[in-house]
């Protein structure tokens, strides 16, 4: 079932405000990468520990730096998984 220009917009409104942030995600990244403070703000905290604990080898550093690059990526996943759920609460309330 479609959604109107409006639902669409408000769908939109939300993941503007409900997305992470690509700058406070790099700050995190540059001045607490060391506690992977940009996985557990993108909601990673999984692989947040599992880096965390990498860093007893060369490997973490590794993935932090490739981090720099998954990072725009991580983003826009967050941004469809709330344009998604957001979509969902809409087409619940029984539109035509």
Do not use: C
Not at 28 to 34: G, K, Q
Not at 60 to 84: H, S, Y
Request: charged residues 15%; proline residues 3%.
């Amino acid at each position: 079932m479609a959604l109107s220009t409006a639902e669409l917009s408000l769908v939109e409104q939300r993941v503007a405000n409900d997305a992470p942030s690509t700058a406070v995600a790099y700050l995190l990244w540059f001045f607490l990468w060391i506690v992977s403070g940009h996985r557990f703000y993108l909601g990673r905290p999984g692989t947040a520990i599992l880096q965390i604990l990498s860093y007893f080898v060369i490997v973490g550093f590794i993935w932090l730096l490739i981090d720099a690059f998954l990072i725009p990526g991580m983003i826009r996943e967050k941004k469809n998984a709330i344009r998604a759920d957001v979509m969902t609460q809409l087409s619940g309330y029984g539109h035509s």
